[in-house]
């Protein structure tokens, strides 16, 4: 299993619709341009031009929203502009059991402010998560974009491209 959502710290799911719709309309960042956040870089490896990309988000629960692309990638870009022009807090999450691997970073008003990434570290990596998403009061797990899919009927939106967070046009590309 390799899985990696965001979470950020909002009440304005309609602002952060609109962060996410604007960076699906922009070119793929060129290589070597993404934030360094401390993690595993999987923007440049998950990504291709042409491709669609797709990213789904939670209804807002306790504070929080949560999100999670097709490609199961992190764009360090989009979360650190997110945190930024929101003037939020924002929590990256990555974990692969098949490698052992956890990797977490925290982003609060644009401003990364904790990393940590493990390899075949003594610890659970799917029990560091949940205990760091538990501690800022996180009211959710992290899942596949597969999952979030099937969630729609729940409240969940996918942005597909440029102009729409109406679930039209999606495509797991994973």
């Known amino acids: 299993m390799h899985i990696e959502n965001f979470f950020v710290r909002t009440t304005q799911r ?3 619709q609109g962060y996410i719709i604007k960076r699906l309309g922009t070119p793929l960042d060129p290589p070597g341009t993404q934030p360094a956040w401390g993690l595993d870089p999987s923007y440049y490896p998950g990504l291709r031009a042409g491709l669609v990309r797709n990213i789904a988000i939670s209804p807002v629960a306790s504070g929080w929203v949560a999100g999670v692309e097709s490609r199961g990638v992190l764009d360090f870009g989009l ?3 997110i945190s930024e022009g929101m003037g939020t807090e924002v ?3 990555q974990v692969s059991t098949s490698s052992d691997y956890f990797g977490l970073a925290r982003c609060v008003n644009g401003s990364l402010v904790e990393a940590r990434a493990e390899y075949e570290g003594a610890e659970d990596p799917v ?3 949940r205990e760091f998403l538990r501690g ?3 009211p959710f797990n992290m899942i596949a974009f597969s999952e979030a899919i099937k969630l729609r009927n729940g409240g969940w939106e996918v942005c597909a491209g ?3 967070c109406d679930g039209a046009n999606v495509h797991d590309n994973g």
Do not use: D
Request: hydrophobic residues 55%.
């Open 79 to 81: 979360l650190q502009a």
């Open 127 to 129: 029990s560091v998560l």
């Open 91 to 93: 929590l990256a999450c």
């Open 14 to 16: 309609e602002l952060l």
């Open 136 to 138: 800022r009061s996180v």
């Open 162 to 164: 440029p102009a729409n």
